[in-house]
């Protein structure tokens, strides 16, 4: 199919708007993905939760996906049945998950309930969070698909890296906005009803693009006839998925994913109560500095993407990327740093090592798998990485808990845990390390099996 020329695709207008739609549609996912981070204080203030509470809650992003591999079988679905059905399904369950969420947290119903131990609310709020995890994983990998579909031999790389850039901006409103949100609407619960309202637009806006997808179909088979051009590739096979699994190159971007991405996401939900634990941060403003993160990769991600495409090089990048991550991590963890000009400019060095990993990262895959094995493929590759955005999450929370309990301060006259952070954070730059590891073996397999992933991507 990549021999045909003149399709809808080929329109620049076409497939950057088409690109535009979706990524509106993971914005508003990763808005609640992120939501909840900033207000860890409020939720100990007003709903009497612990670190190890919110550990959990926060890890159950990834209970369905791992332990029931729906994930993956979102992939396998994405590959049998197509883009259309498949985004339209993840929309619908991102919606129905945070439809669960917020009515756990904004209930009384549940009030003085226990599940297994812990706080219903706690597990129902879990439940839904979880949900909406599946929804937003399984929409994540079809995007991925629609940009590959759309861009490839073309600006590909840059168009994952404007999606991630787009997606950001909603992590970046989460993070600034969630607090005065709840202040102003008077509940934590409210910044959830907000990014209910938001999911519902999105899923509007995936609806648009499913018009759009079934005319480039239509563009691209018209022209196989004009062109007497036969479809000679094959569908996707169950078995395909054990070719996969064999691909050494596949192994070490999973394996690299799941690294950075821990070292990167369960930061970003500790990283508001970094700021006032360690650095003194007013907790009224402490989510703008790790917001500054995701806002600098808008700039950053698309930026790197478009060197990935015009340059190559993107092995390289991803070492890079790995070496500030470490850099940034075990800088944080030093106890005698404690001056917020040094978190701020700590922080926008991660969001460069952050915009390096991904826009290389993701357009690297379709160089090492075909095609017809991409959904499952990106699938399997965030079955990994969800193992680490579940249990790093808790663990972190865990360790907390259990070891880093250094007094209480006041919020709103409450008393609420202090933490020392030192032994999170080098937690956080153990994965570092380990990433970089995994980076340098990706290299060395490229050159041996030739993949190109040094090569641009951008056909002459």
Known sequence: METVTNTLRDSKAARWTAL???AFTMMCGYYLTDVMAPLKPMLEKELLWNSAEYGFFTSAYGWFNVFLLMLIFGGIILDKMGIRFTGLMATSVMVIGTAIKYWAISTHSLDGLTILGMKSQVVIAGLGFATFGVGVEVAGITV???IVKWFKGKEMALAMGLEMATARIGTTLAMVTSVPIARALHGVSKPILVCLILLCIGMISFIVY???DKKLDKSVADEAVRSNIADSEESFRIKDIW???????????????VLFYSAVFPFLKYATDLMVNKFKVDPEIAGIIPGLLPFGTMILTPLFGNLYDRKGKGASIMILGAILLIFVHAMYSIPVLRATPIAIVLIIILGIGFSLVPSAMWPSVPKIIPEKQ???????????QNWGLMGVPALIGWVLNKYCISGTHLVDGVAVSSYNYTLPMIIFTSFGILALLFALLLKAEDKKKGYGLELPNIKK
């Open 374 to 384: 991409l959904g499952t493929a990106y699938a399997l590759i965030f079955w990994v």
């Open 243 to 257: 070719q996969i699994l064999g691909n050494k190159g596949w192994w070490y971007i999973a394996i690299l994913c």
């Open 144 to 146: 991925s698909k629609i």
């Open 210 to 212: 499913t018009f759009m």
């Open 20 to 22: 535009a739609v979706v």
